[in-house]
């Protein structure tokens, strides 16, 4: 599998950069770029991240995925099925030093909202990694169908291990019911901040 630091390398070759160039495009040193390519530095901070895809002129899949798949990210709507089931997607592998401190198995999905649907946590012209599961992992932002309806949940466990579900304007957490349940964990955001 392809690690990050040589995609960026690839990717600035064939933007005929040099390190120093893409260093001021992004925001950082030259070293910091020789410590991305090199893989010294694994962790790159989400707006970082989307900077370079920028100062690549590259879709932010090229870095994610590198470029293997060129499809666009799914549209995420209340109906079921999950996006991911209803079309011939195929997940990106998402390297594991964008996303500390997550865990999932198996692929990714990107998503965003489809034109005119809101979600909490996640806003028009956001984009979702989001790794398929029913298995509570840890805490943290899942795709949940409550009540026959996709909705986005921050989920965590209670003093006594049930599951909770907030929404992002709810005060407080609301405990598991039968009309619940996981669909997918995003293990990565990246919000949408006009230029």
């Known amino acids: 599998m392809d690690t990050l630091g040589p995609r960026i390398k690839q990717l600035r070759?064939?933007?005929?950069?040099?390190?120093?160039?893409l260093a001021?495009?992004?925001g950082v040193s030259d070293v910091t770029i020789s410590y991305w390519e090199s893989g010294a530095i694994k962790q790159i901070?989400?707006?970082?991240?989307?900077a370079l895809a920028q100062?690549?002129?590259?879709?932010?899949?090229?870095?994610?995925?590198?470029?293997?798949?060129?499809?666009a990210p799914l549209y995420l709507r209340h109906e079921l099925p999950e996006p991911w089931q209803a079309s011939n997607s195929k997940g990106i592998e998402l390297p594991?030093?964008?996303t500390p401190g997550q865990r999932w198995d198996g692929d990714c999905h990107l998503v965003t909202?489809?034109?005119?649907?809101?979600?909490?946590?996640?806003?028009?012209?956001?984009?979702?990694?989001?790794?398929?599961?029913d298995i509570f992992r840890q805490p943290g932002l899942y795709l949940v169908e409550e009540g026959g309806r996709l909705v986005i949940r921050r989920v965590h466990q209670g003093p006594t291990g049930e599951l909770m579900f907030q929404g992002q304007d709810?005060?407080?957490?609301?405990?598991?019911?039968p009309d619940c349940r996981l669909i997918a964990k995003l293990v990565a955001l990246w919000r949408h901040e006009p230029l």
Request: hydrophobic share 40%; proline share 7%.
């Open 13 to 21: 070759l064939e933007a005929k950069l040099n390190k120093a160039a």
């Open 113 to 133: 909202p489809a034109p005119g649907e809101t979600f909490d946590f996640l806003f028009q012209g956001d984009l979702a990694a989001v790794a398929p599961t």
């Open 45 to 50: 901070g989400h707006e970082r991240l989307v």
């Open 170 to 177: 709810d005060a407080e957490a609301r405990p598991y019911t």
């Open 55 to 71: 100062a690549l002129n590259c879709p932010l899949s090229a870095l994610l995925d590198g470029g293997t798949s060129r499809s």
């Open 24 to 26: 001021r495009r992004v």
């Open 96 to 98: 594991m030093e964008l």
